[in-house]
């Protein structure tokens, strides 16, 4: 058997989880790729996970509770099952960096360069896979509304279709001034 890895004891003592971690924590407990943590096996390991973090090695008794308490809480639009906005909320991610640039059509270089640095965090000069997700998420909230990890796909494809000039899978900064200048 592999040892079980918790993303959540990482974060423990962060005010706030950034939002590429968050793509890859949502990545981890979606294990069937659902766009929803909606099985009891997902959900227990949340749970279990987050009374580790806190830590505690919780009971049977204790992770049937905090379960029952995501549904209470955190079940916003009552379906019984967690989306993407919902675990940002329990979660208590960042902010949504780009709210900084709301009412501007386009950005200076520097604050595009800003804007890369954030999502970038393997610091490879460009932005792939969970990083341009968390940037996608930011951007389509923007409009005040939370995403569902499909649309987020869908939206990342298109955006990688239109400017992803080099056809390399990721947004260079030249390719995000494209979309932002
Ligand atoms: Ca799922
Ligand atoms: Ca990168
Ligand atoms: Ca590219």
């Known amino acids: 058997m592999t040892e079980r890895q918790n993303p959540l004891l990482k974060f423990r003592d962060a005010l706030a989880i950034d939002s590429v971690s968050f793509m890859k924590i949502w990545s981890h407990y979606d294990r069937d790729e659902s766009g929803y943590l909606d099985s009891r096996e997902e959900l227990e390991a949340l749970a279990r996970d987050l009374l580790e973090a806190g830590g505690r090695e919780g009971t049977s008794l204790e992770?049937?509770?905090l379960i029952s308490g995501f549904e209470d809480i955190f079940d916003a639009d009552g379906d019984n099952r967690?989306?993407?906005g919902e675990l940002a909320?329990?979660?208590?991610?960042?902010?949504?960096?780009?709210?900084?640039?709301n009412g501007r059509d386009a950005l200076t270089?520097?604050?595009?360069?800003?804007?890369?640095?954030?999502?970038?965090?393997?610091?490879?000069?460009?932005?792939?896979g969970d990083e341009l997700l968390a940037f996608v998420r930011d951007l389509l909230r923007r409009e005040s509304r939370e995403p569902t990890r499909a649309e987020l796909d869908l939206y990342a494809a298109t955006l990688l279709r239109s400017f992803d000039t080099d056809r390399n899978g990721r947004l260079d900064i030249s390719e995000l001034g494209e979309l932002l200048a």
């Open 109 to 128: 270089t520097a604050e595009i360069e800003a804007l890369c640095a954030h999502y970038d965090r393997d610091h490879d000069g460009a932005l792939a």
């Open 63 to 65: 992770i049937d509770d």
């Open 89 to 101: 909320e329990l979660l208590a991610v960042e902010d949504n960096f780009l709210t900084r640039f």
């Open 82 to 84: 967690l989306g993407l």
